[in-house]
């Protein structure tokens, strides 16, 4: 498929994050789907499994904040601040597309800390 495509792809399915729309979700995700969260060791097998995590999410899913993304051919990086419980989630996915759809996903998850003062020289704070 296109780069286009795959963007495409990834646009709609920061749309159907927003609207929490399960079905568009689980649509944009091929049929071999796995997604890994390599901080857990964890590996999620197939759009089913992945949906049922969506559905079952402790609490609700959590809020997306701000999103984007870059798209080069097959491969893709989403960044999203999420917010859920009141906590702010920092998270970054790594996309392998095939044939336009979401194929493959590692993601990383990261809270907010306080910036240590012994780089405070070297750093601008955001």
């Given amino acids: 498929?296109?780069?286009?495509?795959?963007?495409?792809?990834?646009k709609r399915y920061f749309q159907a994050v927003e609207q929490r729309d399960l079905d568009a979700m689980a649509n944009l995700m091929h049929d071999d789907y796995t997604e890994e969260y390599p901080q857990s060791g964890e590996k999620i097998r197939g759009k089913h499994n992945a949906r049922s995590i969506l559905?079952?999410?402790?609490?609700?899913?959590?809020?997306?904040?701000?999103?984007?993304?870059?798209?080069?051919?097959?491969?893709g990086v989403m960044k999203m601040t999420l917010?859920?419980?009141?906590?702010?989630?920092?998270?970054?996915?790594v996309i392998d597309?095939?044939?336009?759809?979401?194929?493959?996903?590692?993601?990383?998850?990261?809270?907010?800390?306080?910036a240590p003062e012994w780089r405070a020289q070297w750093v601008e704070r955001m």
């Fill in 55 to 75: 559905e079952n999410y402790p609490g609700g899913l959590p809020n997306m904040i701000d999103h984007s993304y870059v798209v080069s051919g097959d491969l």
């Fill in 83 to 93: 917010e859920y419980g009141g906590n702010r989630v920092y998270a970054c996915e």
């Fill in 1 to 10: 498929m296109s780069e286009q495509v795959n963007r495409d792809t990834i």
């Fill in 97 to 114: 597309f095939q044939d336009g759809k979401i194929k493959r996903a590692r993601a990383y998850f990261g809270e907010p800390f306080e």
